[in-house]
């Protein structure tokens, strides 16, 4: 039997799956047109918060090893998304850039998820709008907190109030 709050967990997560779900048919979405791997995705995500990242600082954020990220990598520059350059440095320094072209892919990925939010949110009233903006920063402190026990340094980004 499950409890009051299992009942609450599951009735969100399941909300969650349906809305994906549902994203999921929508192919104006610009995520549709791109030939990316998730791998090769979040790389792309983590050069545009680290752009100039060494190929080992970037195995550590994937959890990957230095064979695979070169694999990632080289399909990346293959395509256009990425370039590499040595450490101005240190030669034996492989730094990893989004190019142009990754830039405005990922520009492009964020624009379209961003009108989508727009879009949805815009069916709602202000009263749900707040609690949903409510709900959503204390999510999003219980993410920080869950990666500050990790160990994991994230960057602090203050939304800026609306009263």
Do not use: C, W
Not at 31 to 56: A, C, E, P, W
Not at 80 to 103: F, K
């Amino acid at each position: 039997m499950k409890t009051h709050r299992e009942a609450l967990l599951h009735r969100v997560t399941m909300a969650e799956e349906r809305m994906r779900a549902l994203l999921a048919y929508d192919r104006t979405n610009p995520l549709f047109s791109v030939n990316l791997t998730m791998q090769q995705l979040k790389v792309l995500l983590l050069l545009s918060r680290h752009d100039g990242i060494s190929s080992q600082e970037l195995t550590r954020h994937l959890g990957v090893s230095l064979a695979t990220l070169s694999g990632i990598v080289d399909r990346l520059v293959a395509q256009g998304y990425v370039t590499r350059t040595e450490d101005a440095h240190d030669r034996r320094i492989r730094r990893i850039h989004l190019s142009p072209t990754g830039r405005e892919t990922l520009d492009r990925i964020t624009d379209g998820g961003n009108r989508t939010s727009r879009r949805l949110l815009g069916r709602l009233d202000d009263d749900t709008l707040d609690m949903l903006g409510t709900v959503l920063e204390r999510i999003a402190e219980a993410a920080a907190e869950e990666a500050a026990e990790q160990g994991i340094q994230v960057p602090h980004e203050a939304p800026v109030p609306l009263r």
